[in-house]
């Protein structure tokens, strides 16, 4: 079956970095976009960055423009997201994201906290 499971959350201050990952498996993960999402406490979830199957054109909320890079290594079944230049309004449950046969599948989620 089809598993996402994120790693690399913690604790950072600001302006500090931190790199996520999320481990797929039970699919053909080179043939799907990835996608990166964030819910914040008494928020909805939004789009952090999505990046298609075989890379190349990304999307990014503007939020995290120019800070943030979404990145695949086919090989390995992961997708990564490199965050640079972190604010405490970061702070939040990092999901990752794949809409696979008509079906969307989530990780459990990965907490970043940035203090101030």
């Known amino acids: 079956q089809v598993q996402l499971v994120e790693s690399g959350g913690g604790l950072v201050q600001s302006g500090g970095s931190l790199r996520l990952s999320c481990a797929a498996s039970?699919?053909?993960?080179?043939?799907?976009?990835m996608t990166w999402y964030r819910q914040a406490p008494g928020k909805e979830r939004e789009l952090v960055a999505r990046i298609p199957s075989g890379g190349g054109n990304t999307n990014y909320a503007d939020s995290v423009k120019g800070r943030f890079t979404i990145s695949r290594d086919n090989a390995k079944n992961t997708v990564y997201l490199q965050m640079n230049s972190l604010k405490p309004e970061d702070t939040a449950v990092y999901y990752c994201?794949?809409?696979?046969?008509?079906?969307?599948?989530w990780g459990q989620g990965t907490q970043v906290t940035v203090s101030s």
């Open positions: 994201y794949a809409f696979i046969g008509y079906n969307a599948y």
């Open positions: 039970g699919f053909i993960f080179s043939r799907y976009a």
